[in-house]
């Protein structure tokens, strides 16, 4: 019997969320359980081959999107029923990923407001959009069959395919050697959390500001294992795919995602060249809806993890607080660390820099040494409902009143829910479906929230357990 877990197809900060059902079906368990043991771990040891470069940064030659869309290669129309890969990537790109869009994004109603009230003429034209909006590498590494409109392509995930075009024509080669070759390796958790959040958070080589929101850019807000689901999926988890790549779990992903970002936001504010706009701090690291809210409704109430009182602008650490429920489960000791450290840097962004630093310099190690450890485990089912239940209490212990952690508490629900039901672990999930979409309305629209709806949302969480 197969049964659907409920998330959304958009996450986007502010605006109505749309919901799909994604059906997983069952019996993967004992094919998760043979790669686990034998093949993961192989492959798990190649792809350690240290930090791939991303792919816009890598200086491999372009190809162009049109290249790879031929009708033989990945354009066919409709999943090819023989192939190892769909070969319909290119399609469905094209059709409903909207990073096939995202150039022309720049030259929509609100990309135009945004360049207007930047002062820039034409966002098609300024690097600083392009750099996310598309492919964006230099001149000299683009074919002729490259377009510049064709946004964020397939070359940007998967990197420039001059290199390992011919062995990849070949039909011949194992993994290990296109990833010799400089094929991205999209499917270690680790490297897509860096490749997605490169563009969906911040780089310290792309900059994004509170200004660019200022001038009207949507809030980012990223959560790695929903945003994969929700691209949505040109590929297929097959017994193939299983054979030729590592998979990991949507927990894993999910986990890896969130210590990911902690640490970009981490080393970001680290760095003096993106930590400040003069003599403010950068705003784009705050929690936004600590300043940007009506006060018809008083609504500030105490956190439990953040204890500077009313009144004081909050760095947006919802990040941290997905990672110290994690750590609740999975590491109790670190978890207390974590909740030291992360008050330790909400304290000090009152004390000034030098107090901001240390604070920031002893957060770091424990935030890249839990990138590594969720890297290298994986979540079985009962620390999957171990993690599901620790989120749940946090909410209810009053740490989701904040908008944005509750929508990164409410995308970790879903993720930890589709991927209880991929592991074949429970029979049915149904009960959970209303409870789930309850908690995706009550964030669904910023000025709409209110921690009491959340709660409301968060006990039918709890009471689905029973
Ligand atoms: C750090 C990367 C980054 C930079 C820099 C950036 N953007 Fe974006 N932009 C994004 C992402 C990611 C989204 C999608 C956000 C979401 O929906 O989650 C987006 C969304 C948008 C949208 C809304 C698209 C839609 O379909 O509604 C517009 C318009 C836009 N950006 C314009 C710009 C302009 C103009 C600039 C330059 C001033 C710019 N962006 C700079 C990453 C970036
Ligand atoms: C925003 C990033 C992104 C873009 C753009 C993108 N991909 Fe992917 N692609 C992924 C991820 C993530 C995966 C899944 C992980 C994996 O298997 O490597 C994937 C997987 C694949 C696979 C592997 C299927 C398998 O069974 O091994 C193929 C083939 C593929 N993509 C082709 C394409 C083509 C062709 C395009 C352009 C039309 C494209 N991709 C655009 C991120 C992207
Ligand atoms: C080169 C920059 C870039 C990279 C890399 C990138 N994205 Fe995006 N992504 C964007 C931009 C820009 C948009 C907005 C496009 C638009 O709406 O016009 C976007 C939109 C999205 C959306 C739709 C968001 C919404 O609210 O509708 C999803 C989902 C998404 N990306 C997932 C991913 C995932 C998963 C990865 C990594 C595998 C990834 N992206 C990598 C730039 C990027
Ligand atoms: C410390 C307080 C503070 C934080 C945190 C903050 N902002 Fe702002 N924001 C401001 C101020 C001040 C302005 C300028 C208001 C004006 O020009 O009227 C502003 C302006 C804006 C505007 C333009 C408002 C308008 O009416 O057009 C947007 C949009 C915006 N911010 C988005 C964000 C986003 C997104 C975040 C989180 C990433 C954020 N802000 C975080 C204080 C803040």
Known sequence: MKTSIVRPTQV?????????????????????????SGFM???????????????????QARLGSQTCGGSTCHGAAKPWANSAVLQNEFVTWSTDDPHSGAYKALSSDRGKRIAKNLGIEDARQEKVCLDCHTDNV???????????????????????????LGLHVSGFGEREDYLNAGIYPTEDPKARAKLCLSCHLSDPRKSITHRIMGAGHPRLAFELDTFTANQPAHYRI?????????????VKVWAVGQAMAAQ?????????????????????????????????????EKRESVNIG???????????VMLRVLATA????????????????????????????????????????????????????PAMWK?????????????FVDLITAEQATMALGSILAAIEASGASDDLQGYNDALAKAYTAIDKSEEYTSAKYTAALKLLAAARK
């Open 264 to 300: 970009i936001t981490v080393e970001a504010l680290m760095d003096k060249n993106r930590n400040s706009a003069g003599i403010f701090p950068e705003l784009f690291y705050f929690d936004c809806y600590a300043c940007h809210h009506s006060m018809e409704e008083p609504r500030w």
């Open 387 to 399: 993690i599901y239940d620790a989120l749940v209490a946090e909410g209810l212990k009053g740490e």
């Open 330 to 381: 999975v590491d109790p000791a670190m978890s207390a660390t974590l909740l030291d450290q992360t008050r330790a840097l909400h304290e000090s962004s009152s004390k000034g820099q030098d107090a901001t630093l240390k604070a920031l310099g002893d957060l770091s190690g424990t935030v890249s040494s839990l990138v590594d450890r969720f890297a290298a485990s994986d979540f079985d089912a």
């Open 12 to 36: 986007r900060a502010g605006s109505k969320a749309s919901f799909s059902r994604r059906t997983v079906s069952r019996g993967i368990k004992t094919l998760l359980l043979s790669v686990v």
């Open 310 to 320: 009313p009144g004081v602008p909050r760095l947006n650490d919802s990040n941290l």
């Open 41 to 59: 771990l192989s492959v798990s040891a190649v792809s350690v081959q240290a930090e791939p470069e991303l792919p816009h940064y890598s200086g």
């Open 238 to 250: 097959d017994a193939d795919y299983k054979q030729r790549k590592q998979q990991s779990s949507g």
């Open 138 to 164: 230099p001149k000299e590494l683009q074919s002729k069959n490259f377009d510049i409109a064709d946004g964020v392509g397939c070359e940007s995930c998967h990197g420039g395919a001059v290199e390992w």
